[in-house]
């Protein structure tokens, strides 16, 4: 037997001004995209952007539903957008934000399970990691240079392989 180790590593950041410009402002469109959210349900308002390798950005928030396992994350309404109106073209960072209705975050949102792996498999279609920049309200800011390290042992397309 060999015991294996799984490590990930992030960078945390006080203040937006650390980040590149570009990912400065895909944040601002992250925290603009909140204002479309739908959360009549959960009053926890999310907005994602998604930044494209032909510098186009895509904005995408949270659909909810009154039959609730109906409802869309804010990152897979994002990829959905970006598939759907530019298919074939990489993405290469996604900053998420959040606004819940009855406090003010000021920790950085992290994507649910579901969304970790269709932002997975959007990396391993294009070969290209995925950068994250999460954060809530304020506070700090996490920067991650891929999406792979936050699903550990993710099920992966080449298990479907004969
Ligand atoms: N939500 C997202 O949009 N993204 C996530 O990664 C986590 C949760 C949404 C789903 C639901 O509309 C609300 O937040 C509360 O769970």
Same mark, same amino acid.
């Given at each position: 037997m060999i015991e294996k180790k799984i490590t990930s590593t992030f960078r945390e950041l %006080? %203040? #937006? #001004?650390?980040?590149p410009a570009t990912l400065q402002s895909l944040l601002l469109k992250a925290k603009e995209a909140i204002e479309d959210a739908y959360a009549p349900?959960?009053?926890?308002r999310v907005g994602a952007a998604a930044l494209l390798e032909n510098g186009i950005v895509v904005k995408g928030s949270n659909q909810e539903n009154a039959?609730?396992?109906?409802g869309i994350c804010a990152e897979r309404v994002t990829l959905s957008a970006v598939s759907a109106m530019y298919p074939g073209i990489a993405v290469v960072a996604i900053a998420i934000s959040a606004r819940p209705g009855n406090h003010t975050l000021t920790e950085p949102v992290a994507p649910c399970g579901i969304c970790r792996q269709a932002i997975i498999e959007y990396e391993e279609r294009f070969s290209k990691p995925i950068q994250l920049i999460l954060q809530g309200e304020s506070g700090k800011i996490a920067w991650l240079e891929n999406t792979t390290m936050l699903l550990p042992l993710a099920f992966r397309r080449e298990s479907l392989k004969r």
């Open positions: %006080d %203040d #937006a #001004a650390e980040l349900y959960s009053s926890f039959s609730s396992p109906v």
